[in-house]
């Protein structure tokens, strides 16, 4: 018999909830091998999608409450000093993404703007209810992110029809997270995602749409490199980060053990 598990905020001891969410971790890491193991990678990550998550219900977030407020809204609260850039901005009304309100609030003019890269706009939109809301759960691992493994893993396996229909449930199961089920409409898909060319290139462009909030929109530009980025202009960065640095503490209490590296350097994985 099982006993009552007692703490457990995400899923209130529901195991078999447990093993999804390990299964679509996995189906993770897997595909961030797959620089060096190949086709192997894509083989292997979707044998742990179909052991992952099934709908948006499985979704792994840490809920906050009113004792404990989101961490993001926290630091809005006490600094206000994020903004959100225009690449995101830009790309979401350049498709009348129904997930805008969400994701980025109104200026002072009532509009949805960001930050171009470089710049230091005040006036552009703080992040959104969904990400900097009180109570605005923090995302782990979610049903939509596993459906955008499964369309990469099958995109690069030549097989384009499971990728093109991971990728609509992909789309949806964020929208749907997000906005509403309402809010999804097959009509804006078609035109929009559906109607485009399936690329990798698009693929990944959906997929750091639905990962904001995350960092694995981050861990894929690593991976895919994709899309083409150059360090800005003003020559402080010879090159794109592709790590990040050591802690201080580590440096400055453990130095035999840190070996000397930039930002610059690339992980085993992304070689």
């Not at 449930?169 to 906005?179: D, I, M, R």
């Not at 097959?186 to 399936?198: F, P, R």
């Not at 690593?222 to 003003?234: M, S, W």
């Amino acid at each position: 018999n099982l006993v009552a598990v007692k703490g457990d905020v995400i899923y209130a001891g529901n195991i078999a909830k447990w093993k999804k969410a390990a299964y679509s971790i996995k189906a993770r890491h897997l595909l961030q091998t797959s620089k060096v193991k190949g086709n192997a990678a894509y083989t292997d990550a979707l044998a742990a999608v179909a052991n992952g998550f099934s709908s948006i219900a499985d979704d792994m977030m840490v809920p906050w409450e009113s004792a404990n407020h989101n961490p993001i809204f926290q630091f809005m609260e006490q600094r206000t000093d994020i903004r959100m850039g225009a690449t995101l901005v830009d790309l979401m009304k350049s498709i009348t993404d129904p997930r805008i309100p969400f994701y980025v609030a109104k200026d002072g003019g009532g509009n949805y703007t960001g930050c171009v890269i470089g710049s230091q706009n005040e006036n552009a939109s703080k992040p959104g209810d969904y990400v900097a809301g009180a109570t605005a759960p923090s995302v782990i691992m979610t049903y939509s992110e596993l459906k955008f493994i499964a369309a990469e893993a099958n995109f690069m396996l030549g097989k384009t029809t499971a990728a093109a229909a991971a990728l609509a449930e992909a789309v949806k199961a964020s929208v749907t997270k997000v906005a509403g089920a309402a809010a999804f409409d097959q009509a804006w898909y078609d035109t929009n995602i559906g109607s485009k060319t399936l690329s990798l290139e698009l693929i990944m462009q959906q997929k750091y749409i639905a990962s904001f909030g995350t960092n694995q929109a981050y861990a894929d530009y690593r991976r895919v490199g994709l899309p083409v980025l150059t360090p800005n202009p003003d020559g402080v960065l010879p090159a794109m980060p592709t790590r990040y640095p050591y802690a201080q503490d580590e440096i400055s209490y453990n130095s035999a053990n840190v070996p000397s590296v930039t930002i610059s350097d690339k992980l085993w994985w992304d070689k």
